[in-house]
C-alpha cells in the first residue's frame, strides 16, 4: 500500500488550498482514513479522520473551515482547506489504517505554508 500527497505550496492568510492523496495497494474494510499535519518544532495531529461508512471527525482547530471527500473510483482523498491562518502552517500527512491487519500507512507529506 501507497499513499501519495501532493497539492501543498506556499498561500497567504485567508486563502485556500486543496490536498490530494492518492491510494494504491488494497486496504481492507473496515479501515479509517484521514490527514494529520506537523507544525514546525510541535508533534503530529489531528486534522481530519473517517471510518469507513462515517462521517468524518475534525480537529478543532480546523472545524468549519477543512473539508474531507474522496473519489472512490480514483482512490483519492482530499482536504480542502479553507480561511487558511498562519498556525496551519505544517507539513500534512494522509494515512490510512487498516483495521483487519492494524498496519497503519503514511503518506510522505506535503508542506503547506500560510503566510501573514
Known amino acids: 500500500v501507497q499513499l501519495q500527497a501532493s497539492g501543498g505550496g506556499l498561500v497567504q492568510t485567508g486563502g485556500s488550498l486543496r490536498l490530494s492523496c492518492a491510494v494504491s495497494g488494497n486496504i481492507s474494510t473496515p479501515n479509517v482514513m484521514g490527514w494529520y499535519r506537523q507544525p514546525p518544532g510541535k508533534q503530529r495531529e489531528l486534522v481530519v479522520r473517517i471510518l469507513s461508512g462515517g462521517s468524518p471527525t475534525y480537529g478543532d482547530s480546523v472545524e468549519g473551515r477543512f473539508t474531507f471527500s474522496k473519489d472512490n473510483a480514483k482512490r483519492t482523498m482530499f482536504l480542502e482547506m479553507n480561511s487558511l491562518k498562519t498556525e496551519d502552517t505544517a507539513v500534512y500527512y494522509c494515512?490510512?489504517?487498516?483495521?483487519?491487519?492494524?498496519?497503519?500507512?503514511w503518506g510522505k507529506g506535503t508542506l503547506v505554508t500560510v503566510s501573514s
Open positions: 494515512a490510512a489504517h487498516d483495521l483487519k491487519s492494524q498496519n497503519i500507512y
